[in-house]
Each structure stands twice: as C-alpha cells, then as structure tokens.
Nanobody, 120 residues
Framework: QVQLVESGGGLVQTGGSLRLSCAAS????????MGWYRQAPGKQRELVAG???????NYADSVKGRFTISRDNAKRTVYLQMNSLKPEDTAIYYC??????????????WGQGTQVTVSS
C-alpha cells in the first residue's frame, strides 16, 4: 500500500520560511513526477510547484523566486522550501505523486495535506 506522508507545515509570520517534506512509502519501483498543490478556503486546488524524475521543475507565477522544489529519488521524498512567505500563501498544501509504479499498478497518489498559515 502506497502512502504519501507530509510534514513541515505550521504557523509563520510574514517574511518567514517553512520547509515541507513528503515521503512516499510502500513497495515502489519508480515515481514519475512529484509536486505540491495548495487549496485556500473557498478556492480551487492549484499547482504550486512540480518536479520530474529527472529534476526539471516548474512553478506557479505567484511563488517563483520564493519557493524551491527538490526531490531525493533514493528516499522517495519531495521537498518544498518556502521563503518570503506572504499571507496569501496560507492554504492546505498537498503532496502529489504521479506515475507511481508498484508490482501491481501504476497510478497517482495524494497526501493528506498539511496546513500552512502565514500571519500578517
């Protein structure tokens, strides 16, 4: 059974930093793309940042220059370093893994979400 377990959320003041981690567990042969999404109250879930297995990255315009996504393929873990946080970054952040190959299937998975709150 594959699970994505997130950690690192919390409360921070404007201008502060947080680092999110998401570790995939289970008998996994490979993972294609990994990413972070967020959903603020009353808004749709949106892509924050993504990274391929080869290390290519993409970011939402709103976080470019402030957030950095990285991954450790050996540890099946993806990270999101968030700097210069703003109140509008407040949301539940979800980890996503696409093309997760196990002995039986290849499918996508979501983490349970971690709350990030930025106070003004």
């Amino acid at each position: 059974q594959v699970q994505l377990v997130e950690s690192g959320g919390g409360l921070v003041q404007t201008g502060g930093s947080l680092r999110l981690s998401c570790a995939a567990s289970g008998t996994i042969f490979s993972i294609m793309d990994m990413g972070w999404y967020r959903q603020a109250p009353g808004k749709q879930r949106e892509l924050v940042a993504g990274i391929t297995s080869g290390g290519s990255t993409n970011y939402a315009d709103s976080v470019k220059g402030r957030f950095t996504i990285s991954r450790d393929n050996a540890k099946r873990t993806v990270y999101l370093q968030m700097n210069s946080l703003k109140p509008e970054d407040t949301a539940i952040y979800y980890c996503n893994a696409e093309g997760v190959r196990t002995i039986a299937t290849m499918r996508n998975y979501w983490g349970q979400g971690t709350q990030v709150t930025v106070s003004s």
